[in-house]
């Protein structure tokens, strides 16, 4: 049977929905010029934005019929694990060479939004977006994760510290698209995702701590210490990295002084924004606390 | 401003199926009011609270941010498709029988989820069953009854 639409009315505001199905034929749809044309992965972000009137499309470009080609998990020749950009969260979560080589991201996949919303949210759709709220951005941030992006000029490759570039920025032209996350193979790397989350479970962050420490003989070599959904991108810390590098592993847990030195640094080098989540005074002191206990997960992983 | 329309085929609860659609509509409006299948409703419209909960080739989606032109050649089901020639599914019936909805509203998002659960693991955990239906509200809070609900189909289903 065929339906006519005479009865469907939404809060969508009409706009042009075009579907590529090849990587050049989705860039020369994309304008560098024009905030209007927009590329969509799995939109639920999109979508959300548009049903409030934030964004007011021109032109989405969708970029589905891309997924065989670019939603693959795979390592490449040289050990990295390589996440295509419409790999969704959920093959993401249920990826046996993700819980190998970065279970950190398995192990925070299920407190990630919601199942749904797992089963369409895309990687390169949560890195484009730059809504500080996401959590897998925080995450690839500590994993020292390097973005492919294709352009009409040809690729590029920046760091997810580069990329992102403020509250809800990057360093993306309009017309460039994310094909692809890839995260290095590092012996002895070590990583934790904690999240705080202060009305619901499943409720956007008030808080993301994201470490990765390189350990060897006892020690750590280098860490990442990354936090998020407080600030308006994901933010190292470099004066508690600092602190880490060097620092001896007791069991679990380091020396109270190096544990002293972490707090302080996140406490007194990160400006913690105010929203509906908590206080940016609030999101400091889980901040001083979660640090120290993503160490410990981290140790423990 | 004139929309351009388009037409989409899928399969909707085991049946071919098309429907003419603008690019700006709803998976979930095109259920509802095209195909008159009221189960899912739109509630919070922000993906949250699953009542608008609806399987696309398998996996469940909130329609009410899917955009009904992607689901040209796929395979939808709703809630209306879990009894079998009226017969309730063994969900359906656990639902009833631990009164796991008081005003059902939620009701058809809870048995759509927890049937996606319970086909790829029959005997979950409680903790998984909370984590898979996390996404879901009950403003009835009836969630201890959903709970025994979906571990007491398990049970009869395994």
Redesign the interface.
């Known amino acids: 049977m065929n339906r006519g639409n005479d009865r469907l009315e939404n809060l969508l505001i009409p706009f042009e929905l075009l579907e590529p199905r090849t990587l050049p034929e989705a860039l020369s749809m994309l304008a560098d010029d024009d905030t209007a044309v927009r590329p969509m992965g799995g939109g639920t972000a999109l979508m959300l934005m548009m049903k409030a009137a934030v964004f007011t499309p021109r032109r989405l470009v969708s970029l589905r019929a891309l997924a065989p080609a670019l939603g693959g998990i795979a390592l490449d020749e040289r050990g990295a694990l390589c996440l295509g950009g419409m790999a969704t969260l959920s093959s993401l979560e249920h990826s046996a060479l993700v819980k190998t080589h970065a279970s950190v991201i398995t192990r925070a996949m299920p407190q990630l939004s919601n199942v749904r919303v797992r089963h369409v949210a895309t990687v390169g759709g949560a890195l484009a977006h730059a809504d500080p709220h996401m959590d897998l951005p925080t995450i690839l941030t500590a994993l020292d994760a390097r973005v492919q992006i294709a352009g009409p000029g040809g690729s590029r490759e920046l760091f997810v510290d580069a990329l992102i570039t403020g509250y809800y920025e990057t360093a993306l032209a309009g017309n460039e698209l994310i094909t692809g996350v890839a995260i290095d193979a590092v012996p002895g790397r070590k990583a934790a995702y904690i999240k705080c989350t202060t009305r619901a479970a499943d409720d956007w962050p008030a808080l993301g701590v994201a470490l990765s420490l390189v350990c060897s003989g006892g020690h750590i070599e280098t860490a990442r210490v990354v936090i998020g959904a407080a600030t308006d991108r994901p933010t190292r810390v470099p004066a508690a990295e600092a602190a880490l590098a060097g620092a001896l592993i007791e069991g679990t847990t380091l020396a109270a002084a190096t544990l002293d030195r972490v707090r302080d640094a996140v406490a007194s080098q990160v400006v913690y924004t105010s929203d509906a989540q908590g206080s940016g005074a609030y999101k400091r002191q889980l901040a001083r606390v979660h640090v120290v206990r993503a160490i410990t997960a981290a140790l423990q992983a | 401003?004139s929309?351009?329309?388009r037409?989409i085929n899928f399969t909707l609860n085991g049946a071919p199926?098309?429907?003419?659609?603008?690019?700006?509509?709803?998976l979930l409006?095109?259920v509802r009011?095209?195909?008159g299948l009221n189960g899912a409703r739109e509630s919070c419209?922000?993906?949250?609270c699953?009542c608008c909960?609806l399987m696309v080739n398998g996996?469940?989606?909130?329609g009410?941010?899917?955009?009904a032109?992607?689901a040209d050649g796929a395979t939808v089901t709703t809630v209306e498709n879990l009894a079998v020639d009226g017969k309730l599914s063994p969900l359906q019936t656990a639902f009833i029988e631990c009164g796991a909805f008081q005003c059902g509203f939620c009701t058809s998002g809870f048995l759509l989820?927890a049937t996606?659960l319970l086909a790829s693991n029959p005997k979950p955990t409680e903790g998984e069953i909370r984590?898979?239906l996390?996404?879901?509200l009950c403003r009835c809070a009836t969630y201890p009854e959903v709970m025994r609900a979906v571990q007491l189909a398990a049970e009869r289903m395994a």
């Not at chain 2, 419209?45 to 949250?48: A, I, M, N, S, Y």
């Open positions: 401003m929309v351009a329309t037409t199926v098309s429907a003419t659609i603008a690019p700006h509509h709803t409006e095109v009011d095209t195909f419209g922000q993906g949250l699953g909960t996996q469940s989606v909130s009410c941010l899917s955009l032109a992607f989820m996606e984590n898979h996390s996404g879901n």
